[in-house]
């Protein structure tokens, strides 16, 4: 009975050592190679924006399944750091597909071929010049979050607010979102943005006869009201425009014509400007 027992305590140890292996390789992780680069605009300065690396579905080299999928790596001040699955000892066909997404532009696609190794490769030793025939990555779309910068400016620009009117002036409200201007319609909107009382009205004088003698030596002539502003007075001399400054100056509603452009005796003197009331 002695021995007996001893030979069952050591199948059991046996058993149990084996039950051991195969959990833990049940569990283990297939082995990861670092790709691990930096990359740089032609100036100089650091790249930032996406990865895209997407794979169709292969069996590693021991024997770990690894279904087809997409990974988003981010690229931040040209730093490059991802862990992937070595494909060239990989039981079956495998490779990475590699789509550089830049300022929110894909500027690129290359293939990856990744071998085992226990310290970080460069691009430049896994990049492959042919790329394979795969199935289309899972997913191509560019997102926000992919456009440096962009998750910001979305945030600061105005939206439509509980107040906002179609065919109204937009002004932003106290939350900043757009608001239609809502107004009596007797109201003016100032230079400042805000609702107030209009202005003087425009009146136009046409072809009035300043008052004034014609007689060869009187240059002073005056209008019924004041012209608003100076430069809407056109003057006439019997059809010809006269020119302010050269020909008369003007001081509110007096017109004074300068020597050699007197009006003469028979001469039609008529006048067109506008006002305001």
């Keep these: 009975m002695r021995i007996i027992h001893k030979a069952a305590i050591r199948a059991a140890v046996v058993l149990a050592a084996l039950l051991g292996i195969g959990a833990g390789a049940a569990w283990a992780t297939p082995p990861l190679t670092t790709i691990q680069d930096q990359l740089f605009r032609a100036d100089g300065t650091p790249v930032n924006g996406t990865l895209l690396i997407s794979w169709t579905a292969f069996v590693a080299s021991d024997n770990s399944n690894i279904p087809a999928n997409t990974l988003r790596e981010p690229v931040s001040g040209g730093l490059v750091r991802v862990k992937l699955v070595p ?47 795969t199935q289309p990555p899972a997913d191509t779309s560019i997102q926000i979050s992919d456009v440096a910068g962009l998750s910001d400016s979305l945030a600061e620009r105005p ?41 003087a009205n425009l009146v136009f004088i046409d072809l009035e006869t300043p008052n004034g003698a014609l007689n060869g030596a009187n240059a002073a002539f005056t209008l019924s009201m004041t012209p608003i502003p100076t430069t809407s007075l056109l003057l006439f001399r019997n059809g010809l425009l006269q020119k302010l400054g050269v020909d008369f100056t003007l001081t509110g509603s007096s017109i004074s014509f300068q020597a050699g452009s007197v009006p003469q005796p028979g001469d039609l003197l008529q006048a067109s400007y506008r006002v305001a009331q």
């Excluded at 509980?162 to 900043?176: C, E, F, M």
């Design 87 to 133: 494909t060239t000892t990989a039981l079956t066909t495998a490779s990475y597909t590699v789509m550089y997404l830049v300022d929110g532009k894909l500027t690129n696609t290359e293939t990856w071929s990744v071998p085992p190794s226990t310290t970080p490769l460069p691009i430049r030793m896994v990049r492959t010049s042919t790329p394979p025939v």
């Design 159 to 199: 939206a439509k607010g509980a107040g906002y009117l179609p065919g109204r002036i937009l002004i932003p409200d106290s939350n900043g979102d757009l608001s239609g201007m809502n107004g009596a319609p007797d109201q003016c909107v100032r230079g400042d943005g805000s609702l107030g009382p209009c202005g």
